[in-house]
């Protein structure tokens, strides 16, 4: 009996452990995720002011595969 209970111990800590490595790594994906984005808008505002700055009109563009 007093195996079965080590055994039944040790797999809920093991799976309570994986469980945690695994939320652990995916916030930090989305972390990393959530910076790129950030740094994308960034840089995309900060080519916009450059351009405004410089008295060019933007002319938005459409990406290659939809339709107008």
Known sequence: MKLILQIAAGVYLGMVC????????????????????????????????KLFMQGRKITPTLPENSSP
Not at 31 to 36: D, G, I, L, W
């Open 18 to 49: 994986a469980q945690l490595t695994v939320d652990t790594w995916r916030s930090q994906q989305q972390k990393s995720a959530n910076q790129v984005a950030a740094k994308q808008i960034e840089d995309r505002n900060e080519r916009i002011r």
